[in-house]
């Protein structure tokens, strides 16, 4: 016999009290990005901090609503894993927001939920589907300007997603390819420890925002142009260029007034943490012996490179007189490196990732992977599309790549003229540290320095979205991740409520 499910009760325990403070602060959270967005000339300096301040208590109170949950998880409520199934699409009929909820201890047994959007669309909870599925799908059907494809949610985690199936890779998803045989308290766990490392990524997000300095990385498919791009930024040829793959580790550029103004490079011995007034932490190598060191090590190692960069404050990005600037050239994503370009991404250290990518081949599948875990932490991210001059059909080839763009980082896509560049930055690699430049080829001088002002106004004036942005996302999807969570509880917490009611009664 199959079981009822009732609507919520008053007097019924309910979880979601946490849910209205989630929904604060991801409101706030936005609303304070915003605000730094909008401020001009000497008001943005004020309302970053204001902004800076305004995220970190975010953090802070995320902090205590998961802490809350872990508790609740221990102490009064063992937190069941909810797992959603989409209805069987129809012809004829407008996609439903009727899913079935069921629990990954309990596969087999389904309630009829909707899924639904908080207010101002930032967030998802799941109320009982009190509604026939017919009456719901007729009215929105008879509803001209509903849009329900449009309003239709992902019915996953964005962060607290656990992977509990069990065969090999590649096998089918049903509900018996869970693991329902684990108890209940087994896979509360098995959360109970995802909320650990949320609790750990939140704190370091606390003290990346804190943090004055900013770290880009910059990255790509194998010979895209990445270290001759760097060199271009930098004024001069320091890191190896070749029309082989070349460099083969994580090579982080700072300026060489962080190490006494002497240029050298400090290659990080394996296992230790850096640290430049600890020399048993890494190795001297002079600038001349440089090429070989990058050639031949292998991306698990780091190596810190300090330079002197003695152009004018106005056209240097690692000398600009305002922040700490490192730049990070990485290994490119098809030399078996993806694992670990994408792990380096995701740390919370990177503010910013810029994505150098051949005109020549668009966006690879590796590149394509990269890019939609990338946008996934950091919301918007800095494209530089290299060899441009090269193409003969430049508006198909630009349509092209924005077209692959809209799907893999919408907001990037949204803000194209600021953070899409289509450059040929070979012809700038000849630049010198006294500042003079090579001829740029057929691409007009502004095109390049276009992008550079660009790059340097994400990074140093924009940092609402190039810095604190990052943190912004992570809070909006762990929180959405808690009420979709709570919610799910929420209903069958209230179920066994009033079962216990009627069993007593």
């Known amino acids: 016999m199959s079981q009822k499910y009732y609507t919520p009760s008053a007097s019924a325990p309910s979880l979601s009290s946490q849910t209205g403070d989630a929904e604060v602060q991801k409101e706030t959270a936005f609303t304070a990005v915003e605000r730094v967005v909008a401020a001009k000339g000497s008001e943005t300096q004020t309302t970053y901090a204001e902004c800076r301040d305004r995220i970190a208590d975010g953090i802070d109170k995320t902090t205590s609503i998961i802490t809350e949950l872990k508790a609740a998880n221990k102490q009064t409520w063992v937190v069941r894993y909810p797992t959603f199934k989409a209805p069987e699409p129809s012809e004829g009929r407008r996609p439903s927001f009727r899913h079935s909820l069921s629990f990954a201890d309990d596969p087999t047994q389904e309630i009829p939920v909707n899924l639904n959007r908080g207010p101002g669309n930032m967030t998802r909870s799941v109320t009982l589907a009190t509604i026939p599925d017919e009456e719901q799908t007729s009215a929105t059907t008879d509803d001209p300007s509903s849009d329900t494809k449009d309003r239709l949610l992902p019915a996953d985690f964005n ?170 050239d990485a290994p490119g994503l098809n030399r078996d490196s993806l694992g670990t370009t994408q792990l380096f991404a995701r740390q919370e250290e990177i503010d910013v990732v810029v994505f150098v990518v051949s005109a020549e081949n668009h966006f690879t599948l590796s590149g394509k992977e990269f890019l939609f875990n990338a946008n996934n932490e950091k919301a918007y991210l800095f494209i530089v599309v290299n060899k441009f001059d090269h193409i ?86 762990i929180l959405d991740d808690v009420e979709l969570l709570v919610s799910a509880n929420d209903i069958v917490a209230q179920h066994e409520f009033k079962q216990a009611q009627d069993e007593l009664e």
Request: proline share 3%; charged share 25%; glycine share 4%.
């Open 159 to 328: 962060v607290l997603r656990l992977d509990l199936k069990l065969g090999p890779a590649g096998s089918p998803t049903t509900a018996a390819s869970l693991v329902s045989q684990l108890e209940k308290t087994s896979i509360a766990n098995l959360l109970d420890e995802r909320l650990d490392r949320a609790l750990e990524r939140l704190d370091k997000l606390r003290c990346r925002i804190q943090d004055t300095s900013s770290k880009v990385l910059v990255t790509g498919d194998l010979n895209a142009g990445k270290s001759t791009f760097v060199n271009a930024l930098l004024g001069r040829d320091v890191m190896p260029v070749d029309q082989q793959p070349c460099t083969t580790m994580f090579c982080e550029v700072h300026d060489a007034s962080e190490n006494d103004g002497v240029e050298e490079a400090h290659v990080v011995n394996e296992g230790a943490t850096y640290s430049r007034d600890d020399e048993s932490t890494f190795t001297r190598v002079s600038l001349s012996n440089l090429e070989g060191v990058v050639s031949e090590s292998d991306a698990e190692h780091v190596l810190k490179l300090y330079i002197k960069d003695t152009r004018n404050p106005s056209q240097s990005l690692l000398n600009n007189g305002v922040v700490d600037i490192s730049l990070i």
């Open 392 to 477: 003969r059909d430049k508006a198909k080839c630009k349509r092209l790549i924005l077209e692959q763009l809209k799907h893999l980082s919408p907001r990037t896509w949204k803000e194209a003229d600021d953070l899409v560049h289509f450059i040929d930055s070979n012809a700038t690699s000849s630049r010198t540290a006294s500042g003079s430049e090579a001829t740029k080829s057929s691409v007009p001088a502004e095109s390049w320095d276009t992008m550079e002002e660009s790059l340097r106004s994400f990074v140093l004036v924009k940092r609402a979205k190039s810095k604190l942005m990052p943190a912004t996302t992570y809070l909006v999807n």
